[in-house]
């Protein structure tokens, strides 16, 4: 593990991206900066990156492969609508995929997740993690896998203890102001985080084709907050801390946004096809503090991630935005906007960069209501993004209390829409 120092630390806003660095771990990015300062071409940038990060030499390489839309393999083109939409083709009814599908609702799952000695071990263990992404695939005709992963594997693999508390979720050690600065490198992340790859590489070969595989990680801000607050929400302590030491909190961000850039970075070159960004916590934030705590990262951590080779289509996700997300659609980088429950599409499509591709935004409690309202609901969701490029899904995740018959119901009702 490495040790940071308040005296060591450089946070170095450079051309846009943001680096954590120590003498001791500059090597590897002062490359790039040197190169930067040389005006080098953009591509050789990426490519030298790439070539020294392992496997991200495949993603750059896929870049070259892949048309628009649609994987070659073999030469036959390989026909995945959601990505399609993420290109920016509206594809009529649109694709499906719901944000947790895998999880509480399935007995299933509930039989697998009791054979696992915690949470963290059923994440690090790819057979079950495999089993967990394709169980909601053998029952539902959904358009999309998801990894079966967590956003607080990053902490954990920055060294903070992270526990699953049954019933009431993950519980931290709250990050105190010293911690901050003794945090594990985000250069050593993705090495230990290898099994989340292995289960990637696996899913990939056991998906069907036209079946995309989503990847996924936490927002910066949203894992900050339960590093700092020790539990999930952002709730007043973290607001509190983050004008209070601003310093402190910038150097857990820029830990975090390197750390977010490998591990998605690594997720695409192992398989991924598209990747989410969950910013589950973006809600009450002055438009200060999310331009400092939301936007700012993201874009350093969409910067970072291209740097890194990846070329998959991202979606972000900042639940709770509310009137912020235009600015978040038009300056982090991001690919598509995924819209919550409460944000009207018409909002989101007004808001949003013309064009841009839409999810959303099915109120999950109607889901678990079923019937004639929640039918009516699906497809009034349907036309109410029309004509934007749109991937159906909910307004947040599915909740435990789901009747499983209910996304049958949900997936016949969107494709009579
Ligand atoms: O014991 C269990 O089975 C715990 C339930 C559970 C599951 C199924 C947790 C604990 N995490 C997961 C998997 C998970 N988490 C996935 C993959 C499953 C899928 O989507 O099919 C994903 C994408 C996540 C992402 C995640 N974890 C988010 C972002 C999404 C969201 O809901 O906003 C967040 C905030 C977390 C933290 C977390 N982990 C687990 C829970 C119950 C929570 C949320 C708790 C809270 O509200 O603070």
């Known amino acids: 593990m490495l040790a940071y120092s308040a005296q060591e630390l450089i946070l170095e806003p450079f051309a846009g991206l943001v680096f954590a660095m120590t003498p001791g771990q500059s090597t590897q990015l002062s490359g790039v900066q040197q190169r930067l300062e040389a005006r080098a071409p953009v591509e050789s940038l990426v490519l030298s990156v790439a070539q020294r990060l392992d496997r991200k030499s495949d993603a750059a390489k896929v870049a070259e492969a892949r048309p628009p839309g649609n994987r070659e393999e073999g030469g036959g083109m390989i026909d995945q609508a959601m990505i399609r939409v993420l290109d920016g083709e509206r594809v009529d009814p649109p694709p499906v995929w719901i944000m947790r599908q895998a999880g509480r609702y399935l007995p299933e799952y509930r039989e697998l997740r009791a054979r696992a000695k915690n949470f963290l071990t059923f994440c690090y263990s790819p057979a079950l993690a495999c089993e967990a992404v394709l169980q909601p695939l053998r029952r539902f005709d959904l358009d999309a896998a998801i990894l079966f992963s967590d956003i607080l594997v990053i902490p954990d693999a920055l060294g903070r203890k992270v526990r699953f508390v049954e019933g009431e979720g993950p519980r931290l050690d709250p990050l105190s102001k010293e911690e901050i600065w003794r945090l594990g490198a985000p250069e050593d992340v993705a090495a230990h985080l290898a099994p989340v790859y292995e289960t990637v590489e696996r899913l990939r070969a056991a998906l069907p084709r ?157 889901l ?14 349907v036309e109410a993004f029309r004509p934007a490029p749109h991937i159906f899904n909910l307004g947040h995740g599915i909740t435990p209390q789901t009747p499983p018959e209910h996304v049958t119901a949900l997936l016949k009702a969107i494709r009579r829409a």
Not at 296 to 306: G, S
Not at 329 to 354: I, K, M, N, Y
Not at 368 to 381: D, H, I, K, T
């Open 368 to 381: 678990v209501c079923g019937g004639r309202s929640f039918e009516a609901g699906a497809r009034r969701v």
């Open 210 to 366: 036209q079946t995309p595989l989503i990847g996924f990680a936490g927002g910066p801000w949203t894992v900050a907050t339960y590093m700092i607050q020790g539990e999930g929400g952002e709730k007043d302590r973290s607001r509190e801390v983050a004008y209070r030491r601003p310093g402190d909190v910038d150097s857990l961000l820029a830990v975090l946004v390197e750390a977010t850039a490998r591990h998605l970075a690594a997720q695409a070159a192992a398989g991924a096809d598209c990747l989410q960004i969950f910013e589950s916590w973006s809600e009450g934030l002055s438009e200060t503090l999310f331009e400092r705590l939301i936007i700012a990262p993201t874009r350093a951590l969409m910067t970072r991630l291209r740097a890194l080779g990846a070329i998959a289509p991202v979606i972000g996700f900042p639940r709770g935005a509310g009137a912020l997300i235009g600015r978040y659609a038009r300056e982090t980088g991001v690919t598509a906007l995924g819209v919550d429950t409460q944000t009207p599409a018409s909002f989101a499509r007004a808001e949003a960069p013309q064009g841009m591709p839409l999810q959303g935004n099915l109120d999950p409690q109607l």
